[in-house]
């Protein structure tokens, strides 16, 4: 990545015990503060990442998608296309993804400012997922924006775009349930690294426009699609 190093070296561990011990010794390096840009701050880029997986060939393809986040125009975009590296468990999602999704970054010719991360942060069992990983790894900010919720319950919030409900572990917020747009499904929110739960969501909101999810994730979606399609061999 230009002008960017990991912090900490990423290896795939041989089980799943020696994944959870990497959560635990990465989780404490963790920064949830206001470290990272303001939201829609102009000459601010924001990358969104994703993933998709042809299950039948064991791969997976990332992309990463550069925005403008002032005017959500596209600055740039990367895939890389892997084989998946460790087995579906759920908690240890970001060790299928994280050699894809680092291989992508690193072919960016732009460096993110703040990385968008369809997945989760704080809101995780060991407080520890993908958008704190990938950040802590980077030590860029990062923040988790997920389609669906993980384990956590939440109250509904209101049904008006930036109503919001806090998402729950006991009596901890690690998260929102937030509402992108008037009536329709909420977008679950939790900060990663180098940002606060009020950022994350005020990141989420200014990059949603006329969808439910923000075009970083959007865009990113369908690039790792296409992606995942370009590498798959045709049947004819």
Known sequence: ?????????????????????????????????????????????????????????????????????ATLAEVGHATAVDRVAFPYVPGLLAFRELPAVLAALGRLTTTP?????????????RRFGLASHLGVLTGLPAIGVAKNPFTFRHPPPGPRRGDWAPLLDGDEEVGRALRTRDGVKPVFVSPGHRTTLADACAHTLALTRGYRLPETTRLADRLCRQALRDASPSDG
């Open 1 to 69: 990545m230009p002008g960017i190093r990991l912090l900490h070296p990423h290896t795939t561990p041989a089980t799943e015990a020696e994944a959870r011990a990497v959560q635990e010794r990465l989780r404490p390096h963790t920064l949830l503060d206001g470290s990272g840009p303001a939201p829609g701050a102009p000459g601010t880029v924001v990358v969104g990442v994703d993933v998709a997986y042809d299950d039948a060939r064991d791969t997976v393809a990332a992309a990463a998608v550069a925005l403008d986040a």
């Open 113 to 125: 400012d703040l990385v968008v991360c369809d997945g989760y942060g704080l809101a995780h069992p």
